[in-house]
């Protein structure tokens, strides 16, 4: 075992006694740090209710054409790789407490540049500043949040990160239901405004005093946090960083995307999307450690091979049918004997939507994330993750701002033929590549790629 390894497993302090913590105040910390991901999921499903918004301004508000639409929707994704290399180089400098402190600026700054904006560059900014926000978030309030939590809620208080980001873009979707695009660029200043104040009250984590020497420090944060002055049982392993690259586009467009399907209120459609992914996330965080991370991410992969193709047959009927104009309203009962038939195609358009996102969220949106801060050891781990969330927020970026083009060079059935493809490779590179850390110790993991 290397000195490395042996680190990982080894003690910060030792408690001194066995009773389990009972402090409430880890909670409040917690939830003070998840208004980053909050904040991160409402600039990510932002662009959904404000583009077709944009697209209907009058001068001289600024107006959105179609290159401009992908730009702005996928533009975020490009200033969070940016974040992600930001937020590693903060965590270990300045601290988790204090990059989460800084992250907020950029968050309220380039909501305040959108809500002032007077030309398409100053949304687009604006955009940006909010991408490098979101970097930064999705890497260190993970972090944060990880290291504050006893060992009886670390799994809990984890998982909430990936909701409180689903979260966030359903609130996106339910505020751009009444709220044109200023107004509800106005709304995404509130999280992280509440995060930078209740962030104030809170402590460093223990675990970064502890390496910056600051014992008396740490042990008063675990007073804060736990109600006593017992130590942390075990360093902790890594950090989930919820991102949705996967779905990226269908979150970001979801409203175009049910607008092409010629549905009457694509906005009550997004909102549909935005609840089932937050109900099948957190069915995900309840059986995860029971039901294993391989036989979830098949599961997840076949859901999305069946409900992409389903999509890609809607737009290829409706394309070769005689009548194009599939309206549905949402809030109608479905009649047993539907007077258009196109009313069914356009209810399988929406059902296979909400089963991708339903499968999406209960494998590939939690787990990865999740794996990754599994099998790094803890000497590569700080590159490694920085590598994946770079890696992550780059090809979300390709996703993103090519989908438009996608949809019109293969048209929109080809766009989602190939969603499939890579939904059937995602399957197949599980089966046979990604080993079952269930249950498993680091060292075990470790051995496992090591052939020992």
């Given at each position: 075992m290397t000195p490395e390894d042996a680190e990982e497993t080894q003690p910060l302090l030792r408690p001194p006694g066995g009773s389990a913590p009972r402090g409430r105040r880890v909670f409040l910390a917690a939830f003070a740090a998840a208004l980053g991901p909050l904040s991160f999921g409402f600039a990510l499903g932002y662009s959904s209710p404000a583009i077709p918004s944009l697209r209907r301004s009058a001068p001289p508000a600024p107006r959105l054409d179609d290159s401009a639409a992908s730009w702005f929707g996928a533009i975020v994704t490009l200033g969070a790789a940016a974040g992600g290399v930001l937020g590693g180089w903060l965590l270990d400098r300045a601290g988790r407490k204090l990059s989460l402190l800084l992250c907020a600026v950029p968050f309220v700054t380039g909501f305040a540049v959108i809500t002032a904006a007077q030309n398409v560059w100053m949304l687009l900014g604006g955009r940006l500043l909010t991408g490098l926000a979101c970097g930064v978030a999705s890497l260190v309030a993970p972090v944060y949040i990880s290291e504050i939590a006893y060992p009886a809620v670390r799994g809990l208080l984890g998982s909430c990160v990936q909701l409180m980001v689903v979260i966030g873009i359903l609130l996106a979707y339910l505020a751009g239901w009444v709220l044109e695009w200023r107004w509800l660029a106005v709304l995404g200043c509130v999280p992280p405004s509440l995060m930078l104040l209740l962030m104030c009250c809170m402590p460093e984590t223990p675990r970064f005093l502890l390496t910056q020497h600051k014992r008396q420090e740490a042990m008063a944060a675990l007073r804060f946090l736990w109600g006593s002055d017992q130590g942390l049982e075990e360093p902790p392993v890594g950090a989930e960083h919820p991102q949705l690259s996967g779905v990226n586009a269908v979150m970001f467009y979801a409203e175009t995307i049910f607008e092409e399907a010629k549905f009457k209120d694509s906005s009550l459609a997004s909102i549909t999307v935005g609840v089932i992914q937050v109900l099948f996330t957190a069915v995900a965080a309840l059986i995860m450690d029971k039901a294993g991370r391989r036989l979830l991410l098949t599961l997840s992969g076949v859901v999305m091979v069946f409900s992409t193709s389903a999509f890609a047959t809607y737009f290829k009927l409706t394309q070769d049918g005689s009548s194009n104009s599939s309206h549905v309203d949402l809030l109608a009962p479905i009649s047993v004997e539907p007077a258009d038939a196109s009313v069914g195609l356009a209810w399988l358009a929406v059902g296979s939507m909400c089963l991708f996102i339903a499968g999406?969220?209960?494998?590939?949106?939690?787990?990865?994330?999740?794996?990754?801060?599994?099998?790094?050891?803890?000497?590569?781990?700080?590159?490694?993750?920085?590598?994946?969330?770079?890696?992550?927020?780059?090809?979300?970026?390709?996703?993103?701002?090519?989908?438009?083009?996608?949809?019109?060079?293969?048209?929109?059935?080809?766009?989602?033929?190939?969603a499939?493809?890579?939904?059937?490779f995602?399957?197949?590179?599980?089966?046979?590549?990604?080993?079952?850390t269930k249950g498993k110790t680091l060292e075990e993991i470790t051995a496992h790629f090591e052939g020992r």
């Open positions: 999406f969220a209960v494998g590939w949106g939690p787990i990865p994330w999740l794996l990754m801060s599994e099998i790094f050891p803890l000497h590569v781990k700080g590159v490694a993750t920085g590598v994946c969330v770079l890696t992550n927020w780059l090809m979300a970026f390709l996703v993103t701002k090519e989908f438009s083009s996608l949809m019109e060079a293969l048209r929109p059935y080809g766009a989602f033929w190939l499939s493809a890579f939904c059937i995602s399957v197949l590179f599980t089966l046979f590549c990604v080993p079952e």
